[in-house]
């Protein structure tokens, strides 16, 4: 059974910082493209930056510069590190997995960052 589990979200200041995680079990990480995407109330799921290989990483203009995607170093893990966060960071978090061959998608179930103004 594969399963993405995303965790590390939480209430935190505008300027503070988060490192989200994306824990996979009955897959291997290094095997997909894998993305965050979040889904603030009311609003669209939009893409916020995805690592293609294990380095090579795009993201959404409104986080460049402040978050980070990375992966882990074995664990078959990826990180999403928040820096500077913004009250327009709140949102729901998801890890999504693309395998690079076969093109197979699976979902976390998401976790939650709030930001207050």
């Known amino acids: 059974q594969v399963l993405l589990v995303e965790s590390g979200g939480g209430l935190v200041q505008p300027g503070g910082s988060l490192r989200l995680s994306c824990a996979a079990s009955?897959?291997?990480?290094?095997?997909?493209?894998i993305s965050w995407y979040r889904q603030a109330p009311g609003k669209q799921r939009e893409l916020v930056g995805s690592?293609?290989?294990?380095?090579?990483?795009i993201y959404t203009d409104s986080v460049k510069g402040r978050f980070a995607i990375s992966r882990g170093n074995g664990n078959n893990s990826v990180y999403l590190q928040m820096n500077s966060l913004k009250p327009e960071d709140t949102a729901d978090y998801y890890c999504r997995a693309e395998h690079v061959i076969f093109g197979s998608v699976y979902w976390g179930q998401g976790t939650q960052v709030t930001v207050p103004s």
């Open positions: 009955g897959l291997i990480l290094g095997m997909y493209y």
């Open positions: 690592i293609l290989g294990s380095n090579t990483t």
